[in-house]
């Protein structure tokens, strides 16, 4: 068995009181494993993002717990929340928020440096991120000379820049071409094939089939999930070849 | 799918054999359409009937080459500026069951739905397990076969897309149960019975009589 890097125990999320009240999220099990993605699907309004946002302690649930590498978030002091965000979580959200001063490399390198890392560890940790989707080239380039996508791409590699264990993504691929959308996938999962695990919130299947697991999100509660045995498709894939 | 194009269009590169051919067919599409050397040579047969082939040399192993003919190159290029035609009519099982579900009274349609979604997206994850642990291509024929299981990634994300679609529709539209219509009150059509008097052929006007 391998490690459990979050779990979400019985997680609700309403907003507003009374009869305005609007529930997000209705008592949601879930828990991602050290190797494991999980996508969740569901039609807007289905509270993907508010699950993603409790995972990543963006919000504090109604109730429930959410557990991140053993830790409580309910229990937790501000200082140690911070610091799973800063070291544990890798958020990829659709904005991206780069500086305009600073080259991709510089962007990608600032959530290190912020963290105190040498320089030399922070540059090889920058360029290794920047080379998971493919803009090594593009290092030196400020974000004004970059295309929509590239500027997608470096922000996504600043998420996950460093040893993240676990990443967050939300619809990571918004703004990409199928085939650039292909290479954030492909190093989302070749992150999560080294050992982090990861939730994917889209709804676009073809994004959703790179996970292990596909959880099913409706008015707010886990309907449905759908897994792919590995073993039986490694043999489905080399009977393919 | 049209072996006999398929086969022209590699012969159009130059004279082969029949074993050659088919190697060359299953190394340009990454061996997902399974060609046996029978068809191969009877493919070759009837492009010689047709003239887009003739018999060529034979080498020192008895390989029987062929060579494209004009008529066979023209072929080809007719082949290639022509769109595949596909059937308009569906005859896709999953849109006319679901078609029947949704209106079927009684019948939990968001659970046929989901059903149908799981098991799509199963197929999905294996296709791009397939595919992920295939790593970039490094050549044309990894690049051939990459875009054969694209193809099958596409249509079942469609599938998946069409699905979604289906659901959402169907939760907007709440009175779509359609009660099986009373038998006596349809227009007569169908097999007469043996004690039917004369023709049964419905006149034409009866037609617009079920709406």
């Known amino acids: 068995m391998t490690a459990e890097l979050l779990r979400l125990d019985g997680v609700s999320q309403h907003y507003g009181t009374g009869a305005t009240s609007v529930t997000a999220l209705a008592g949601v099990d879930l828990t991602v494993h050290a190797g494991e993605l999980v996508a969740v699907m569901g039609a807007s309004g289905s509270g993907k993002s508010t699950l993603l946002a409790a995972a990543g302690g963006l919000t504090t649930p109604t109730s429930g717990e959410v557990i991140v590498e053993g830790i409580y978030l309910s229990e937790a002091k501000p200082a140690d929340v911070a610091r799973l965000r800063r070291r544990t979580l890798g958020f990829v959200f659709q904005d991206f928020n780069l500086i305009p001063t600073l080259t991709a490399r510089e962007n990608v390198s600032l959530p290190l440096e912020l963290d105190g890392w040498k320089a030399r560890k922070v540059r090889t940790a920058a360029n290794d991120a920047l080379a998971s989707v493919e803009l090594t080239d593009r290092a030196d380039h400020f974000p004004d000379d970059l295309s929509g996508g590239q500027q997608q791409r470096v922000a996504i590699a600043r998420a996950?820049?460093?040893?993240?264990?676990?990443?967050?993504?939300?619809?990571?691929?918004?703004?990409?071409?199928?085939?650039?959308?292909?290479?954030?996938?492909?190093?989302?999962?070749?992150?999560?094939?080294?050992?982090?695990g990861g939730i994917l919130v889209t709804h676009d299947a073809r994004h959703a089939a790179w996970a292990d697991r596909i959880v099913f999100l409706r008015d707010g509660r886990v309907v449905d999930e759908s897994t792919v045995d590995p073993i039986e498709s490694l043999l489905t894939g080399a009977d393919d070849r | 799918?049209?072996?006999?194009?398929?086969?022209?269009?590699?012969?159009?590169?130059?004279?082969?054999?029949?074993?050659?051919?088919?190697?060359?067919?299953?190394?340009?599409?990454?061996?997902?359409?399974?060609?046996?050397?029978?068809?191969?040579?009877?493919?070759?047969?009837?492009?010689?009937?047709?003239?887009?082939?003739?018999?060529?040399?034979?080498?020192?192993?008895?390989?029987?080459f062929y060579e494209i003919t004009e008529t066979g190159h023209d072929a080809v290029r007719g082949w290639l500026g022509t769109p595949v035609e596909r059937g308009r009519i569906t005859r896709d099982e999953l849109a006319i069951k679901l078609a029947l579900a949704a209106t079927l009274p009684g019948v939990d349609i968001t659970a046929v739905v989901q059903v149908q979604r799981r098991a799509s997206l199963a197929n999905l994850q294996t296709l791009t397990r397939t595919k992920y642990a295939g790593g970039d291509a490094d050549g044309p024929e990894e690049l051939a076969w990459q875009l054969v299981v694209d193809n099958l990634i596409f249509q079942a994300e469609a599938e998946v897309r069409w699905l979604d679609h289906v659901e959402s529709r169907l939760r907007r539209f709440e009175s779509r149960a359609m009660p099986v219509q009373d038998a006596a009150k349809l227009p007569r059509r169908g097999r007469p019975t043996a004690s039917a008097d004369g023709p049964t052929e419905r006149p034409a006007a009866t037609r617009g009589a079920r709406r």
């Open chain 2, 1 to 64: 799918m049209s072996v006999k194009h398929s086969l022209l269009a590699i012969l159009d590169q130059g004279p082969a054999y029949g074993y050659q051919l088919k190697a060359e067919f299953d190394r340009r599409t990454g061996s997902t359409w399974p060609l046996n050397v029978g068809q191969t040579y009877s493919t070759l047969e009837r492009l010689e009937r047709d003239g887009l082939v003739i018999k060529g040399e034979t080498d020192a192993e008895g390989h029987q």
């Open chain 1, 160 to 196: 996950v820049v460093g040893p993240r264990s676990l990443i967050l993504a939300d619809e990571p691929t918004g703004a990409l071409d199928s085939e650039t959308g292909d290479v954030v996938l492909r190093m989302l999962r070749g992150r999560v094939d080294s050992g982090a």
